[in-house]
Antibody, heavy 121, light 106 residues
Framework: EVQLVESGGGLVQPGRSLRLSCAASGFTFDDYAMHWVRQAPGKGLEWVSGISWNSGSIGYADSVKGRFTISRDNAKNSLYLQMNSLRAEDTALYYC??????????????WGQGTLVTVSS | SYELTQPLSVSVALGQTARITCGGNNIGSKNVHWYQQKPGQAPVLVIYRDSNRPSGIPERFSGSNSGNTATLTISRAQAGDEADYYCQVWDSSTWVFGGGTKLTVL
């Protein structure tokens, strides 16, 4: 059974940093692309970032480019999101999602339950 | 940037057919994916590449895509189908989601 478990969320002041993690199990992690998708309270889904199976291809939404960094450790079956210079508008539930294939241009076939990030002073 | 337009809400009578649209410029040339999100839960993929159902998704869910509109069709709607539905496409090396449609089963 595919499982994606996010962690690392919490309350953080504007301008500070936070690192999210996603622990994956139930599939061969290094065969698949992975993504971060967020959802602000009461709002829709917004893709944040994606990374191919070998980290060779990485993409970001314009809203986070230059502030967020996605990475993965295939030996640890883990996905990360380093979030710097956080803003109030980054407040959201952050989901980890598995891509259907090795490139990050395919749909997301499994999602975690999310970790909540609140940016407030 | 590419935009996807969905109706804010769609209502359907129990047992009838619901159609949720997703509009975009020449969306028929792209692969469209659909996600269902029930309150307090993570999204679930219900249709990928326009019309393909993942394993475990009922045959009542189907999709089509042509011209400037993609459509998610839910036949014989059930109370358990009440949820938010999002379309998604890949465009210019980025993922785009529609704003979401709230489906109400009456």
């Amino acid at each position: 059974e595919v499982q994606l478990v996010e962690s690392g969320g919490g309350l953080v002041q504007p301008g500070r940093s936070l690192r999210l993690s996603c622990a994956a199990s139930g599939f061969t992690f290094d065969d698949y692309a992975m993504h971060w998708v967020r959802q602000a309270p009461g709002k829709g889904l917004e893709w944040v970032s994606g990374i191919s199976w070998n980290s060779g291809s990485i993409g970001y939404a314009d809203s986070v480019k230059g502030r967020f960094t996605i990475s993965r450790d295939n030996a640890k079956n883990s996905l990360y999101l380093q979030m710097n210079s956080l803003r109030a508008e980054d407040t959201a539930l952050y989901y980890c999602a598995k891509g259907r294939g090795d490139g990050y241009n395919l749909d997301f076939d499994y999602w975690g339950q999310g970790t909540l990030v609140t940016v407030s002073s | 940037s590419y935009e996807l337009t969905q109706p804010l809400s769609v209502s359907v009578a129990l047992g009838q057919t619901a159609r949720i649209t997703c509009g975009g410029n020449n969306i028929g040339s792209k692969n469209v994916h659909w996600y269902q999100q029930k309150p307090g839960q993570a999204p679930v993929l219900v249709i990928y590449r326009d019309s393909n159902r993942p394993s475990g998704i009922p045959e009542r869910f189907s999709g089509s895509n042509s011209g400037n509109t993609a459509t998610l069709t839910i036949s014989r709607a059930q109370a358990g189908d009440e949820a938010d539905y999002y379309c998604q496409v890949w465009d210019s090396s980025t993922w785009v989601f529609g704003g979401g449609t709230k489906l109400t089963v009456l």
